[in-house]
């Protein structure tokens, strides 16, 4: 998959917009809902209108999804509005039943991802047609596993591929949904530039009222579209109800969003990217120096805890540290989360040298 210019063609292909927009509900639920919403679509940013009709749920009982019934009503959205339509798949007899219904794009879910049997055999199901295929991360934060459904697809000759971020599952509970680990689809990026990579805020979120800054951050990353769950009756839908937003306010979010232009040709932005890199450069530098320096002093307390016979873990000191911390990181535009990790790695690294002292 290494660098091939053809992975963007199809963007270019179907003259989609910057930033490519999906939009429409987490799952069809009747003809005239999802009519209704490919209407109010119609004429927005959104190109491609989405819809599931086979739904993933965490645990059985709720709502999943209206089956291939679903598939034909997509059709006459595309035939009534002229968008382009895509559901998600997930085994090789949705993508059978997708292909005979002439759906545009198809994407594959998260949980999907995980498994490279299916993603196989999705591949193979696919295996000599040209279609667009979007592949949304594992639900584990795990960019192999991501690389590896992309590459059998690429492998079975699918060569439209794109990525979808929607964040990735965490047994703590944080603001999101599912937390972003944003280094993930930068790699990703940085790994393949020529992928298309779309952001789904909608999965990441949760939440309705987090999207706007979700999508500002992908842009601001250079992601080529978003994915996003639009529904004329958010709180009513059979799913997802609380991350949908109207059309409405879709329409309102692309207008607010400040969208970078995709070049980076320009001298001028060039020049200043490269200042601000170089700026970053030295900053990590400098983090890493006193990084070091801090164990330094971590292993004298070390060598004195050894003299006195004293525990390494101290929690009632680093209980306060922590506390000091996350107040100092608010200061700085840190958030809890990050303060948080970023001082449980230190505090780690500190008990492994002072452990080696111990011991040693
Ligand atoms: C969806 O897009 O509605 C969906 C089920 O997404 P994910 O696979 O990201 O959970
Ligand atoms: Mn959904």
């Given at each position: 998959m290494e660098n091939k210019k053809e992975l963007r063609t199809w963007l270019d292909d179907f003259k989609l917009n910057h930033p490519l927009v999906i939009a429409g509900p987490?799952?069809?639920?009747t003809e005239d809902q999802l009519l209704k919403i490919a209407h109010e679509l119609?004429?927005?940013?959104?190109s491609i209108l989405r819809a599931g009709i086979w739904k993933p749920r965490?645990?059985?009982?709720?709502?999943e999804g209206v089956g291939a019934l679903g598939l034909k009503w997509l059709q006459t959205a595309k035939k009534e509005t002229g968008m382009l339509t895509t559901t998600e798949v997930a085994n090789k007899t949705h993508v059978e039943l997708a292909l005979k219904h002439d759906i545009d794009v198809l994407w594959i879910g998260a949980r999907t991802t995980v498994s490279p049997f299916i993603i196989q055999e999705i591949a193979d199901a696919l295996k000599g047609t040209d279609k667009i295929v979007l592949v949304k991360n594992p639900i584990n934060p795990d960019l192999p596993l991501w690389l590896g459904a992309l590459e059998r697809l690429y492998t079975a000759d699918i060569t439209k591929l794109g990525a979808i971020h929607r964040g990735f599952s965490t047994y703590e509970k944080t603001?999101?949904?599912?937390?972003?680990?944003?280094q993930i689809p930068i790699e990703l990026q940085n790994r393949f530039p020529d992928l298309p990579l779309i952001c789904d805020p909608s999965h990441i979120a949760?939440?309705?009222?987090?999207i706007f800054d979700i999508c500002q951050t992908a842009l601001d990353l250079n992601f080529d579209g978003l994915m996003v769950e639009t529904h004329y009756d958010p709180d009513n839908a059979w799913s997802d109800a609380k991350q949908q937003i109207t059309p409405t306010s879709l329409i309102q979010m692309m207008i607010d969003l400040k969208i970078r232009k995709t070049?980076?040709?320009e001298a001028d932005y060039k020049n200043a990217l490269n200042t601000l890199r170089t700026q970053i450069d030295v900053v990590d530098h400098q983090l890493t120096d006193m990084l070091g320096k801090r164990m330094k002093i971590s292993d004298k307390i070390g060598a004195l805890k050894k003299e006195k016979n004293v525990?390494?873990?101290q929690t009632k000191r680093w209980n306060e540290i922590l506390g000091k911390m996350i107040l100092e990181g608010e200061q700085n535009n840190l958030s809890e989360e990050f303060v948080l990790k970023i001082f449980k790695a230190i505090h780690q690294e500190s008990i492994n040298h002072q452990k080696k002292i111990i011991n040693g």
């Open positions: 987490c799952s069809a639920e119609k004429d927005t940013d959104a965490t645990r059985p009982g709720n709502f603001r999101y949904r599912n937390n972003p680990e944003w949760g939440r309705r009222d987090i070049t980076d040709t525990a390494i873990l």
